[in-house]
C-alpha cells in the first residue's frame, strides 16, 4: 500500500483561570518516493547480471519502463511468470535492502541452473514454483508486480509443454488476491491484432491491448495509465514474435493497472 504524507494536530486549550500553555503535536509519515530514473539505471548496470540478461536491455528498456510504473525504494515486488529471473534480478537492486522480490515461476518453464545462478547472485530473491494453469490465490502482500511478455500465454495452451487450456480470469482474480490496495502491476506484451484472442495467441504469441484492458478491469483492476516508449510503428503485427526479422523489436504495449484503494 502507497503511503501518503499525513499531518494530525491536537491544540489544547485551557479555557479555565488557570491556563495551561499551548501544545500542537505533530504525527507525519514519510511519503515513500517513486525510484528516479538515475537510480533505476544504477540497478540495471549491476556488472553481476550475466551478459544474455544485458543483451535484452536495449529492446526492453527496463530503468525507463520501471520508473513510468512507479517502482518505490522499499516495495515488496513480484515478477510475474518470470522466465528466469531478468525483471527480478533488476527489482532487487531496485527496491533495496527494505524491499523484497518474490518471482513466481511455473513448473513448466524452470530451469534449475538458471535460478542456481540467479540464487548465487541475488541470495534474497524468493522463488515460487507453480504450474502454469494453477497460480494460487494468498493474503494481499505486494506492492508492485510486472508481468512482461508473458500475459498473452496465459490464453495460451500447448501438449509438447505440458501446458492445458486454463482461463485469464482465474489467474487475475488469484492476482487481484495477492496485491495491497493501491498496488501496481505493470504489464508490458506485443500487440496484436483484433480477432480470435486464442489463435492469435498460438499463431503469433500476441495479443490485442483491449483484451488486456478488459481482462484486468474485470478482475478489479483501474487502468491508471498507458505507454508507448516500446512502440514499432513498423510491425504489422501479423508476423509471430519469434519470427527473426521481427524479434526483440516488436511493437508492444505497457499498462500501468492499479488495484483501487478500497
Not at 518470470?82 to 523484497?100: H, R
Not at 518474490?102 to 540467479?118: D, G, R, S
Not at 478491469?217 to 498507458?226: D, P, Q, R, T
Amino acid at each position: 500500500m502507497k503511503l501518503h504524507v499525513t499531518v494530525a494536530t491536537a491544540l489544547a486549550l485551557s479555557l479555565a483561570a488557570c491556563s495551561q500553555p499551548a501544545t500542537e503535536e505533530a504525527e507525519t509519515e514519510t511519503a515513500a518516493q517513486a525510484l528516479s530514473l538515475e537510480a533505476l539505471d544504477a540497478a540495471v548496470a549491476n556488472e553481476a547480471r550475466p551478459e544474455q540478461a544485458r543483451e535484452l536491455d536495449a529492446s526492453r528498456k527496463p530503468a525507463a519502463v520501471l520508473a513510468f510504473l512507479g517502482l518505490e525504494e522499499g516495495d515488496t515486488a513480484a515478477d510475474l511468470v518470470s522466465g528466469g529471473g531478468y525483471w527480478a534480478e533488476i527489482l532487487a537492486k531496485a527496491v533495496g535492502p527494505d524491499g523484497s522480490v518474490t518471482a513466481f515461476e511455473p513448473e513448466q518453464f524452470y530451469n534449475e541452473e538458471v535460478w542456481t545462478a540467479l540464487d548465487e547472485r541475488e541470495p534474497g530473491i524468493a522463488l515460487e514454483r507453480y504450474r502454469m494453469e494453477d497460480f494460487q490465490s494468498g493474503e494481499a502482500r505486494f506492492d508492485f508486480a510486472v508481468m512482461n511478455l508473458v500475459y498473452h500465454d496465459l490464453y495460451w495452451e500447448s501438449e509438447q509443454y505440458d501446458v492445458p487450456r486454463s482461463e485469464p480470469q482465474d489467474y487475475l482474480a488469484s492476482l487481484y488476491s495477492i496485491m495491497k490496495p493501491g498496488g501496481i502491476v505493470g504489464v508490458i506484451d506485443h500487440v496484436g491484432n483484433e480477432g480470435d484472442t486464442r489463435k492469435t495467441v498460438e499463431d503469433f504469441h500476441r495479443i490485442d491491448p483491449a483484451v488486456v484492458r478488459a481482462d484486468f478491469e474485470k478482475a478489479g483492476f483501474v487502468l491508471e495509465s498507458e505507454s508507448a516508449m516500446l512502440a514499432n510503428p513498423e510491425d504489422g503485427h501479423d508476423t509471430s514474435v519469434f519470427d527473426p526479422a521481427i524479434r526483440g523489436k516488436t511493437d508492444r504495449f505497457i499498462m500501468k493497472f492499479v488495484k483501487p484503494e478500497a
